[in-house]
């Protein structure tokens, strides 16, 4: 657990209203202090936590010392009916044979006449009687509105619903339904970086599974805000105990248990998320400042084989139960830990930048003479468009912008002599070397010998505000911007919108950029196990765009050769399940869990 270091400034986290209160307990015990919108600026905080999306402004305009807790335009998950509709083209890309971990679904009402279709083949593979199927609305969450038909007269719905083939032959605990809450975090889409917490929660129904009672929903239906309400939460079930969850440590006992060798299935649901985010990954803007956790519900039939249920965008953090408290205070502190936070982000604002710009600015723009100077983001200081009509209000809204941006350049006046000072000292190499100057028909392969960096590489909010603050009070630049047009100048003074606006762009700062050669992630951050990129291959792969072809190339060679090493016996192949990669070209763990989970004695109710 890494906790704020004595004397230094302390990180500040923002949450939306709502947020569990485990999180804010959790980051407060880390030395963490939260954000008080009246007592501080509006950018000085290090993460924000919201249980909900963020508008893409909030991506545009974030700060290189701050992180948000979901990427952009991940729905294609997240929503059940995108989810159905990106695993159904992944299944046509690469083949059934691969994206077979996801039950049959149709989207309805579109897709009634399909689901019709096949609803009346299902009747003579069965002897004459329809399957089971499960509907669920696209835009809800914890069980609402959910509920398993077999005649079409059941099936009524008044919004949008997924319809799926209900898995009639779940593996069971004493009689009792479960599946498996798997949380995966997800550091980055752009490379892709996946960590999956080793341990977990197993969500039990709290009555026993009968098909002759599809109406219940305690029987049928495994999320806790539905079965905390059943008549025998409370009771003291067979194997299962009270309540309605097990920790997967213990789960993992009870595979034992059942002398079931568990390394096949975990690489399988493994495997299942890397599949499922590869549908996305591409889709998914860069955002190096942002972090998402997912819970991943898998149920398990009784073949052992995973199937993947949905995916949750926050999943609950709410502490409900004894297994609540060991897995999700656990699972939090790791996650902030897996972020990497280093001390440079309390340092923030002018801080922040007296810290980066040392180089830029000399080491007398250091002196404790110069006022803090506020890094704002691009967004907030644009020129109004002269053709630009505006309401009240937003004359309001930019009178207020303006103001800050007023207050940043005269922060910035008394840097401005600093940078004009750099940019005369440069001025002999610039001559020599055009690569200051845009467009320019000479050599760029000349190298500066100036002991300060050229103006070009000062990121564009400093100079945007210094450059500014200079015109007004009569310096002079040395890029000689008079006999530039306005849209050519290294400054960036005068530029025209885009005609085709990008949404969720995030800003870039030079400080962030990834080099080509970047180093691979750890293996390991507390229970948190990295899961993808598993070898140089996907590394590889992984980097920048992610190569979804070459990805799931590898995830399928990586499930033939546990399933070869899975047929043989005994000793074998136990051994074989240490080393399933070749080599040096493995680097991730590929084990579930402690390698030596504790005796069933320690962890299982006695049947």
């Not at 949380?183 to 098909?211: D, I, N």
């Not at 999700?328 to 936070?341: R, S, T, V």
């Not at 025209?496 to 990008?502: D, N, V, Y």
């Not at 949404?503 to 229970?527: A, H, I, L």
Request: with cysteine; glycine share 6%; aromatic share 10%.
């Amino acid at each position: 657990m890494a906790l704020a270091a004595p004397g230094a400034t302390p990180l500040v986290f923002r949450l939306q209203e709502g947020t569990p209160e485990v999180v804010r307990e959790v980051l407060l015990e880390r030395g963490w202090v939260e954000y008080n919108k009246q007592e501080q600026e509006e950018g000085d905080w290090n993460l924000y936590w919201r249980t909900s999306a963020f508008r893409h402004a909030e991506y545009e305009n974030i700060l290189p010392w701050q992180r948000l807790n979901h990427h952009p335009k991940t729905s294609g998950l997240t929503r059940k009916d995108s989810l159905a509709r990106n695993l159904k083209r992944m299944r046509g890309t690469f083949g059934s044979a691969l994206y077979d971990f996801s039950p049959t679904a149709f989207i309805l009402p579109n897709d009634y006449t399909r689901f019709l279709a096949e609803y009346t083949k299902d009747q003579p593979e069965n002897g004459g009687t329809p399957g089971y199927w499960i509907c669920k609305p696209v835009d809800l969450s914890r069980g609402r509105g959910i509920f398993v038909f077999k005649a079409i007269k059941d099936l009524t719905y008044d919004s949008p619903v997924i319809v799926q083939r209900y898995i009639s032959n779940p593996l069971l605990v004493s009689g009792y339904k479960f599946d498996l809450r798997i949380y995966v975090c997800v550091r980055s889409f752009h490379p892709l970086t996946v960590y999956m917490y080793q341990e977990g929660l197993v969500r039990f129904a709290t009555e026993k599974y009968k098909l002759t009672s599809l109406d219940n929903p305690f029987a049928h239906l495994t999320n806790t805000s539905i079965n905390k309400f059943g008549p025998s939460y409370t009771t003291d079930k067979e194997r299962v105990g009270p309540g309605c969850k097990w920790t997967m440590s213990k789960f993992r006992c009870f595979l034992h248990s059942q002398d079931i060798d568990e390394l096949l299935l975990w690489q399988r649901i493994t495997s299942i998320v890397t599949l499922t985010l590869l549908t996305v990954a591409p889709s998914v803007p860069p955002s190096p400042n942002c972090m998402e956790l997912f819970g991943f519900d898998v149920l398990i039939d009784n073949n052992y084989k995973p199937w993947l249920l949905e995916v949750n965008c926050s999943p609950a953090l709410s502490l409900d139960c004894p297994a609540d408290v060991t897995v999700k205070k656990g699972l939090l502190h790791d996650l902030f830990d897996l972020l990497n936070y280093k001390k440079i982000d309390s340092l923030r604002q002018s801080g922040y930048l007296r810290q980066r710009y040392r180089g830029f600015l000399g080491p007398e723009s250091l002196e404790s003479t110069i006022p803090p100077v506020l890094l704002l983001p691009k967004s907030m200081c644009q020129p109004i468009s002269q053709h630009q009509s505006f309401s009240q209000g937003n004359l309001q809204s930019y009178s207020s912008a303006s103001e800050d941006c007023s207050h940043a350049k005269e922060h910035s006046r008394s840097i401005a002599v600093q940078l004009s000072t750099a940019a005369r000292r440069s001025r002999s190499d610039s001559a020599r070397c055009s690569k200051y100057i845009p467009n320019s028909k000479a050599s760029i392969s000349c190298e500066s010998n100036s002991k300060y960096p050229p103006l070009s590489k000062i990121p564009k909010g400093i100079q945007l505000a210094a450059s500014q603050a200079t015109l007004e009070s009569g310096s002079q630049l040395s890029l000689k911007q008079k006999k530039l047009p306005l849209k050519q100048s290294s400054l960036g003074l005068g530029k025209l919108p885009p005609i085709h606006i990008q949404r969720y762009k995030p800003p870039s700062f030079p400080w962030e950029q990834t080099p080509q050669n970047s180093p691979r992630p750890p293996s390991r951050v507390g229970d948190f196990i990295l899961t993808f990129p598993f070898n140089d291959v996907t590394f590889k792969a992984s980097q920048s765009k992610v190569n979804v072809r070459v990805a799931v190339h590898e995830v399928h060679r990586l499930i033939h050769r546990l399933a070869s090493s899975d047929n043989q016996k005994g000793k074998a192949r136990r051994e074989a399940r240490v080393e399933v990669c070749d080599g040096k070209e493995c680097f991730g763990s590929l084990l579930w869990g402690p390698r030596y989970p504790p005796l069933l004695s320690e962890c299982c109710s006695p049947p």
